[in-house]
């Protein structure tokens, strides 16, 4: 294997992770409070277009981890909605 061809592979991992992301911010999103998909996809879609032009794979890393906690956030918010709902309507 030469060097070019063991440091792509990587990379495509990294694209491939990226992507992954990008679908499920953009399927939590679906439940955003504030308006929904057609609020939030133009708000994902610029955040990910503002970072397009990473190439080193530390900061890609960082970023990476940065949407996972934005995502992880956004599930912790949609749980909520879903728990206040739910003691809405059995509990009161």
Same mark, same amino acid.
């Given at each position: +294997? #030469?060097? @070019?061809? +063991?440091?792509?592979?990587?990379?495509?991992?990294?694209?491939?992770?990226?992507? #992954? *992301? $990008?679908?499920?911010? *953009?399927?939590?999103?679906?439940? $955003?409070?504030?308006?929904?998909?057609?609020?939030?996809?133009?708000?994902?879609?610029?955040? =990910?277009?503002?970072?397009?032009?990473? #190439?080193?794979? &530390?900061?890609? %890393?960082?970023?990476?981890? +940065?949407? %996972?906690?934005?995502?992880? &956030?956004?599930? @912790? *918010?949609? =749980?909520?909605?879903?728990?206040?709902?739910?003691?809405? #309507?059995?509990? &009161?």
């Amino acid at each position: +294997m #030469t060097l @070019a061809v +063991m440091t792509v592979q990587p990379m495509q991992a990294l694209r491939c992770r990226v992507k #992954t *992301l $990008y679908k499920q911010l *953009l399927f939590i999103g679906k439940e $955003y409070p504030a308006g929904g998909l057609p609020y939030f996809r133009p708000r994902v879609k610029a955040a =990910f277009m503002k970072r397009r032009d990473l #190439t080193n794979r &530390e900061d890609i %890393e960082k970023a990476i981890k +940065m949407g %996972e906690f934005v995502l992880k &956030e956004l599930e @912790a *918010l949609w =749980f909520l909605k879903k728990y206040r709902y739910l003691k809405k #309507t059995y509990y &009161e």
